[in-house]
């Protein structure tokens, strides 16, 4: 709730965006936890998640 209160997005675009940097390998999940490797980027991907559902 903290980061789609935060970027102002829906919890689709959040897990859209934590499953991007999943997938470059920056973050890695374990059964429901995400463990960042690389706080910079997925701040970045919220970011701009967070741009493109403001543009649509």
Known sequence: MKLM???????NTLREAIQSVVHTGRLQTKQGKAYPKADI?????MLE???KSRVN
């Open 5 to 11: 209160q935060q970027f102002e997005v829906r919890r």
């Open 41 to 45: 980027q997925l701040h970045k991907t």
């Open 49 to 51: 998640a967070s741009h």
